[in-house]
Each structure stands twice: as structure tokens, then as C-alpha cells.
């Protein structure tokens, strides 16, 4: 069974950082692609970061470039979103994602974790 499991999240100061944490297991992490997305209440779901399998590459939303670093630890089995100089426009429930063969930053991952809440104050 796929398990996602995001950790991390907390109230943060504007300008703070946080590193949040999707730790998974029940398949094979290095052959997936694997995504970072966050959520308002009451507005879409948007892709912040994506990391391909196949090459290691990493992409960003233009709201996370120069802000924000995707990394994974494929010994660990778990991927990371490290958020800098966070601005209260960052505050949402922040979500990870998987998908053996989707790659991007549209709503096309198989396996969904459950949400950590990133609050950031002015």
C-alpha cells in the first residue's frame, strides 16, 4: 500500500523558513516522480514543485522560484520542500504526491499524503 506522509508545517514568522518532510513507503521511491502541491480553503489546489525520477530534475512554480528547494533522499525514501524568506501569502495546507509516470505540476498524481498546514504571519 502507498503511504505519503507530510510533516513540517507550523506557524512561521514572514521571512522564516521552514523544511517540510513527505516521508512514503510502499513502493519503490526512486522510480517516481514526486511533487509538492498546497491548498487554500476555498481555492484550487496548485503545484509548487515537482522531481523526476528519471533524471532527477526539479521544477518550479514561478511563486516558489528562488524561494523554495525540492530535494529527495531516495536512501530515505523521502522527499523534502525547503521554504525560505516565506511571505503570508505561502499560508496553505501543503500536500505531497506521487506518480510512477505523471510529471508536472497539474492534479495527475496517483497517491496523495495527507496535508501539513504551513500558517505563515505578516
Known amino acids: 500500500e502507498v503511504q505519503l506522509q507530510a510533516s513540517g508545517g507550523g506557524l512561521v514568522q514572514a521571512g522564516g523558513s521552514l523544511r517540510l518532510s513527505c516521508a512514503t513507503s510502499g513502493f519503490t521511491f526512486d522510480d517516481y516522480n514526486i511533487a509538492w502541491f498546497r491548498q487554500v480553503p476555498g481555492k484550487e489546489r496548485e503545484g509548487v514543485s515537482c522531481?523526476?525520477?528519471?533524471?532527477?530534475?526539479?521544477y518550479y512554480a514561478d511563486s516558489a522560484k528562488g524561494r523554495f528547494t525540492m530535494f529527495r533522499n531516495n536512501a530515505k525514501n523521502t522527499a523534502y520542500l525547503q521554504m525560505n524568506d516565506l511571505k503570508p501569502e505561502d499560508t496553505a495546507v501543503y500536500y505531497c504526491?506521487?506518480?510512477?509516470?505523471?510529471?508536472?505540476?497539474?492534479?495527475?498524481?496517483?497517491?496523495w499524503g495527507q496535508g501539513t498546514l504551513v500558517t505563515v504571519s505578516s
Open positions: 522531481s523526476s525520477a528519471s533524471d532527477g530534475s526539479t
Open positions: 504526491a506521487v506518480d510512477w509516470r505523471y510529471y508536472g505540476l497539474d492534479l495527475g498524481y496517483d497517491f
